[in-house]
């Protein structure tokens, strides 16, 4: 079923045609935006929408979804304005003042980031020991600002030092 002969009309080719040309000119996949979405707006893209997108069937869209992610798509920076080549979309750098102070923090409070990862909550899933230990490497330059600030609040409301061992 193509858009013009779509269950409820919504989106129209023409609206679709421009969220697939602000895609571009963000220089995201449907399956990166889905995916950024999903992870910092909570609004969960089912297959069908994602094929719907990208497929120009417009069968399993309603409007509120349509308008939602309209909305979110046009608040995001162009990709000249995002960054490097290989720049993600609205991450920070990870300068080396902050490595270092992330390091003293983790020194600071004795805790891993095994510990901190498996304390992270619902919505931080993405956040993984292998992501927190490149960020304190420097093999990983570039950070989700929630992920990061989670990491920083989560050490800095810890107690300094080890805990003495269970007697």
């Known amino acids: 079923m193509t858009l013009d002969q779509g269950n409820t009309g919504y989106p129209t080719a023409d ?3 421009a969220f697939v040309a602000e895609l571009k000119v963000r220089r995201l996949s449907v399956t990166q ?3 950024y979405v999903t992870s910092h707006h909570g609004v969960a893209l089912s297959p069908a929408n994602r094929d719907a997108l990208k ?3 417009a069968c399993a869209l309603d409007r509120e979804l349509f308008d939602t992610l309209w909305d979110i798509l046009t ?3 162009d990709a000249k304005r995002v ?4 720049s993600k979309l609205g991450h920070i750098t990870i ?4 490595r270092r102070e992330l390091n003293g923090l983790f020194e600071k409070t004795g805790i891993t980031p095994a510990l901190l990862v498996r304390r992270r909550p619902p919505e931080l899933q993405s956040l993984t020991v292998n992501k927190v230990s490149n960020w304190r490497t420097g093999r990983v330059v570039k950070a989700d600002p929630v992920e990061w600030r ?3 609040d989560a050490l800095c409301g810890l107690r300094s030092g080890p805990r ?3 007697t």
Do not use: D, H, I, W
């Open 150 to 152: 989670y990491v920083v």
């Open 55 to 57: 497929r120009g069937n």
């Open 33 to 35: 935006f889905a995916n």
């Open 75 to 77: 608040s995001l920076p």
């Open 164 to 166: 003495p061992p269970k």
């Open 15 to 17: 609206q679709l045609e």
């Open 83 to 86: 960054g490097s080549k290989g």
């Open 95 to 98: 300068t080396s003042t902050m």
